[in-house]
């Protein structure tokens, strides 16, 4: 069974900390993304990254950076959480042909 | 700009109806489109990827369709059950491999027992 493992599922942090979010894929994909989902904005694109140390800003990129130093895993860093930070995030992967993206179960990230 | 907007953004229909989810998406230059569910509080579950040179796809009681210059996609359940009841969320690709998809907002669906 194909697996995207998110390491954390519930954090809860303080304003001005570095947090890390882990995640891990076993099925070889070149493509790894890191979403979050807010209600009433839907799903953005933070950072995604088709291969090892390659990586492209997406949509929101302000305030976090990735990195991506083995294949199967791929790092989400908030350099000075904030509390507009909190939310649910996500990371996926699929082939570099763009084929079915999976996604793991989520990381839900509280900033106080 | 991509964007992908999904009506109605809920439905509540009684259990053993056929129904019909509808995605719109405003550039027709697609590589694909998927459609997911998502339970409450968790990830994304893959239902159904339709490549652009295909009209549909099907997947058990899911058919899902696309017609890539109207710049439309339907999802359709047939005999809705109560586990049924999730969010689904369609996306598009808009180029091979490399690009993140474009999410629709979803259709959060309620089937009644």
């Known amino acids: 069974d194909v697996k995207v493992t998110q390491s954390s599922r519930y954090l809860v942090k303080r304003t001005g900390e570095k947090v890390f979010l882990e995640c891990v894929q076993d099925?070889?994909?070149?493509?790894m993304f890191w979403y979050r989902q807010d209600p009433g904005l839907g799903l953005r694109l933070i950072y995604f990254?088709?291969?090892?140390?390659?990586?492209e800003k997406g949509d929101i990129p302000e305030g976090y950076s990735v990195s991506r130093e083995k294949k199967e895993r791929f790092s989400l860093i908030l350099e000075s959480a904030s509390t507009n930070q909190t939310s649910m995030y996500l990371c996926?992967?699929?082939?570099?042909?763009?084929?079915?993206?999976?996604f793991g179960e989520g990381s839900w990230l509280t900033v106080v | 700009k991509q964007e992908v907007t999904q009506i109605p953004a809920a439905l509540s229909v009684p259990e053993g109806e056929n129904l019909v989810l509808n995605c719109s998406f405003t550039?027709?230059?697609?590589?694909?489109l998927q459609w997911f569910r998502q339970d409450p509080g968790k990830g994304l579950t893959s239902l159904l990827l339709i490549q652009s040179s295909q009209r549909e796809q099907t997947s058990g009681r899911l058919n899902a369709s696309l017609d890539k210059s109207s710049g439309r996609s339907t999802l359709y359940i047939a005999a809705s059950q109560p586990g049924d009841s999730a969010t689904y969320l369609c996306?598009?690709?808009?180029?091979?491999?490399?690009?993140?998809?474009?999410f629709g907002s979803g259709t959060r669906l309620q089937v009644q027992p």
């Open positions: 996926a992967s699929s082939t570099l042909g763009g084929g079915t993206i999976y």
């Open positions: 996306a598009v690709n808009g180029w091979a491999g490399r690009r993140a998809l474009t």
């Open positions: 550039d027709s230059a697609i590589y694909n």
């Open positions: 099925m070889d994909h070149e493509n």
């Open positions: 990254s088709y291969d090892v140390k390659m990586k």
